[in-house]
Nanobody, 122 residues
Framework: QVQLVESGGGLVQAGGSLRLSCAASGSIVSINNMGWYRQAPGKQRDMVAVITEGGTTNYADSMKGRFTISRDNAKNTVYLQMNSLKPEDTAVYYC????????????????WGQGTQVTVSS
């Protein structure tokens, strides 16, 4: 089995910063894309940022210049540095990984963390 565990969420004032981390564990063979999505109350889950195994990044337009995604392949961990936070960034942030793991046979798919709450006060 595979587990993705997020950390780093919390309450911050507008203009502040937070750094989210997400570590994947289990009998992982390889990880392709890793990324962050977020979901505000009553809204759909939207992409925040994605990073490939080679380090190519893609951001939602509203996050460009404020958020930075990075990853440590040796640790199977993805990070999201969030600066200049706004109240509209308030949401549950989910990490995901497109990966392959081995348990008597190979399994490939997208796996999600449990989510971490980010609240930005005005």
């Amino acid at each position: 089995q595979v587990q993705l565990v997020e950390s780093g969420g919390g309450l911050v004032q507008a203009g502040g910063s937070l750094r989210l981390s997400c570590a994947a564990s289990g009998s992982i063979v390889s990880i392709n894309n890793m990324g962050w999505y977020r979901q505000a109350p009553g809204k759909q889950r939207d992409m925040v940022a994605v990073i490939t195994e080679g380090g190519t990044t893609n951001y939602a337009d509203s996050m460009k210049g404020r958020f930075t995604i990075s990853r440590d392949n040796a640790k199977n961990t993805v990070y999201l540095q969030m600066n200049s936070l706004k109240p509209e960034d308030t949401a549950v942030y989910y990490c995901y990984a497109g990966l392959t793991y081995y348990n008597r046979k190979y399994y490939t798919g997208d796996y999600w963390g449990q989510g971490t709450q980010v609240t930005v006060s005005s």
